[in-house]
């Protein structure tokens, strides 16, 4: 079956509390027979769904890939993604050699060379400026052993703040909204609440394109004999809107607003369970004052949705028995992201519908390995899920790592990337290592980005499989082994661990970048407090073991784990422990949540301001053990539409890509399916613009401008919508968008949500002409939410 | 009785907090939380002082309002271009620091002023008082809390670094 045009697959639709039948997904390459290939257990590495696959192997080759049917995560499904990404592994124009920058140009060199310069250049930097001029930025791609390594090293080793991943791009919102209503990081829910509810409420996640596998299982409980009900928040008219009960075309940047109404619903019609919110929450009678002030009537005007369907979206949710709520992007993107996020935990909360079969909250994740990310404290947390705040907590952590708790730098947050990226502007950040992510084309306001990256007083290294935009301006590239060519573990979103074997030899020279950091952390002589090497461990699966003595005790607990149990089943969940030894399916089951002081992992913030609470202020709110019920009231958004850019833009993915298309534009049935940039306009504003489907348009910020076909879709009227995926790596001569400004983030602006740091992607003020006409439709994609118009038209009121 | 006293320090406090968020924040507009924040506040500074005119006029103080504009007067345009322009050298650092810091005082006197008025709405069992009072002396603490969060973070920078 093509799996472009038919991204889902065949529906094998089962009723509520049934299991959802398994269905095998395989797609080797033309003319490879089956009998011929050796299988190795891995796990997709394209969404935080993290599905189950065998790797095919033919001849030292990748040939193909197919779903594990026993995997609890996908009963065997993959998506198109999952399917044909694997073929940028043998892509020909893989990085083999390290590069150096020499006379100006990017130059094969040694190893030794390479590593030699990083070292040299951070040993001077340490002597000079010492670590706070040392910077590092990783991504939500590599392995948990990957990470763990690189927080070990930064933070135990060099000790210096800054170090943080892409997951501050992706999943921060998540991270922070969990610790703030329940203590701690880590979803509550497992994927089989999906296959128990009778309610779903998707607020910003365009699941259909975002996590196409866990869809699948959507739909075909929706086409099952029972169906749910689908309550859905989102501008476009995505696929999952066009299965909605009820779809709310909210105005981007207003969403805190639509969910305090929504609560002020609940509240009004007494659809909360006053039981569950008096024994096992904290601050209800706040939330109920704040949202009292969000009449549907008042919310309506805000969103530009009408009060009635408030009302019966609100309706939808509280008179259900058991509630799946989810959220992605829309949400952790968008304006007060994680007060909003933070309002869906309430809505389940309000419900008491948490911890069981059907009822959960899943703030959901969206790289393949961000929640190992999060645990190892490779980005914005400390390992194991501690508080950097407790000093507990830090002394246990030094202790593992026999270093001196002083040594590890816990006096303010770890520093987020955005700030990373100021310091690096304003000159006391000289030194920055670029790990698997290309901020070049995914990080807001591209020309700020590019000129900080171009400096010549700042060093940049960078570690990556191809040669990005971002490699293309480094000092020294470093070229790495990826999925399917190295060992490890990574976790999904429903806390599912996955073992990925490695299959294939990498490319040339390339190493995985565990062995990368150890070599630098060796080079550099990085010693505990005895002497002994820092990092200890020298294989993956050495990493593994250490990294388990870091979790015992912390939600995260992997010390019931070990690679032999994970080899040959298909996902075991976090806690698995000597308590839980085959994992555990729900978190809070007795409704005991990790919110007591000396154990959270975050005394929370204020939700405006991202004031960091301190232990006395979240001693106070005595919750201990009480989930935390927080409310805040809408503020505009910074950037408004006015005279001058007068719509609102946003950016998003499309099913057949993944981030700036490293491997998916490197797979040829995706990048023909989703071959360059395009811009959505809603019928009315194309109409107004004089433009047609097709049309060659330019749209412009106040930071830069972007210049690509239209497509004119079932967007809500007012907004334009550009996919972020493309950048310029693979301009091709004599192509029609060849030398135009194609990447979404040359318009979005530097700014970030208070609390959990994201950047804004979902809101910037722009205009909109014509600049050519078209030659026929936009290279749009037809079957997702690029769909051209119909006479459906959101957002009218 | 001096409630009229206790009312307008609060605005004086107020207001001074606003236009000190926006100057701070146009001087740093390179600091984009800074800048967006700045603004923000300044907005709820506005918001504190409308919530208080009824009570100004009942007990006698003068009216009074803090101006917050978005549209940006030439002085605030200037500010922002300077602030591009040495946005790339250090040494906007310790200036960085010693504005957080009057900021953080001033927003001390404006949390300070709340406390002493929600006193004396509750000496004088003025219930819709002492609600405005308690709410608006949360968020000026918040306000403090917050500078207090963004210095802890950026004093290691500029102290240490170089």
Known sequence: MDRVTNIWGERTPYARGASWPARVDQFLEDGIDEETVAWSQSACVLCSNGCGMDVAVHAGRIVGVRGRSDDRVSHGRLGPKGLYGWQANNSADRLSEPLVRRDGELRPASWDEALGLVVERTQALLAERGPLSLAFYNTGQLFLEDYYTLAALVRGGLGTPHLDGNTRLCTATADFALKESFGTDGDPGSLTDFDECDTIFAVGHNIAETHTVLWMRILDRLQGPDRPSLVVIDPRLTNVAREADVHLPIRNGTNLALLNGIQHELIANDWIDRGFVEAHTVGFAKLEQIVSEYPPERVAGICGVPADDIRAAARVIGTGDRLVSTCLQGVYQSHQATASAIQINNVNLLRGMIGRPGCTVFQMNGQPTAQNTRETGADGDLAGMRNWQNLDHVEELARIWNVDPLDIPTWAPPTHVMQIFRLAEEGSVRFLWIIGTNPAVSLPELHRIRSILEQERLFVVVSDPFLSETAALADVVLPTAIWGEKTGTYTNHDRTVHLSEKAVEPPGQARTDMDILLEYGKRLGLRDRDGAPLLKWRTPEECFEAFKTVTRGRPCDYSGLSYGKLRGGSGIQWPCNEEHPDGMERLYADYDFNTYTAYCEDYGHDLLTGAAFERKDHAQLLAEGRAILKAAHYAPPHEEPNDDYPLLFTTGRTVYHWHTRTKTGRARQLDEAAPDCWVELSPRDAERLDIVEGDWARVESPRGKLEARVRVSGIREGVVFAPFHYGYWDEAEGSESNGRPRAANELTITDWDPVSKQPLFKLAAVRVEKIADGTGAAPAPQGTASQPATAEIPGRL | ?162
């Open chain 2, 1 to 162: 009785m001096k409630l009229d006293k206790a009312i307008e320090d609060v605005q004086v406090a107020e207001t001074e907090l606003a236009e000190l968020l926006v100057k701070i924040g146009e001087r740093h507009a390179v600091e984009h939380d800074l800048y967006h924040l700045g603004h923000t506040l300044a907005k709820r500074c506005a918001a504190h002082l409308s919530r208080l005119e009824p009570f100004a006029e009942r007990y006698g103080a003068p009216p009074a309002s803090a101006e917050v504009t978005d549209s940006h007067g030439l002085v605030e345009t200037l500010r922002h271009k300077s602030s591009e322009l040495l946005g790339r050298s250090e040494a906007t650092g310790l200036l960085l620091l010693r504005d957080l810091r009057n900021l953080y005082l001033t927003a001390q006197e404006a949390e300070l002023a709340w406390v002493i008025l929600a006193q004396a709405a509750q000496a004088l069992r003025d219930r819709d008082l002492l609600l405005v009072a308690s709410e608006c002396h949360e968020e000026a603490e918040a306000c403090g809390k917050w500078l207090r969060t963004r210095i802890k973070e950026s004093s290691p920078q500029v102290l240490v670094t170089g």
